[in-house]
């Protein structure tokens, strides 16, 4: 079966997160991604993305779910950016307590944060 790993990375854009992840796990979990101009990144606000990625070595088998935080930082007012950060965290924790009080525990899936890299600039 393998087992599940959560991953959270946050900082400025333009720090080398995804290039961190994809040299630690040798994958490129984003190659369809875009990096919008700056003009665009302003007026964005904290997103949540998750990519998830079966690998596997010498037999073992890892679920890598990397959840990614693009407009993290970006914004001049940095100090309720955060918040939508810990909303996930908690509704994951949530989600996994409901799953496990369930009858059915067989397939639950864990998508907690096991994990969170901060990248500081």
């Known amino acids: 079966k393998g087992f599940e790993f959560t991953l959270m990375v946050a900082g400025e854009s333009g ?3 995804s290039t961190l992840i994809n040299s630690l796990f040798l ?3 984003y190659p369809d991604r875009v990096v919008p101009p700056a003009a665009e990144r302003i007026k964005r606000t904290v997103q949540i993305d998750s990519s998830t990625v079966e690998i596997e070595e010498r037999g073992v088998k890892l679920r890598l779910t990397v959840v990614d935080t693009p407009g993290y930082g970006d914004a001049i007012d940095n100090s309720d950016s ?5 909303r996930y965290i908690d ?4 989600r996994y307590l409901k799953d496990e009080s369930g009858l059915n525990r067989k397939n639950i899936i ?3 944060v096991h994990c969170c890299f901060y990248f500081i600039s």
């Open 110 to 112: 864990d998508n907690r």
């Open 15 to 17: 720090l080398g997160k």
């Open 82 to 86: 955060f918040q939508q950060i810990i």
């Open 27 to 29: 994958t490129d979990l």
């Open 91 to 94: 509704e994951q924790f949530e």
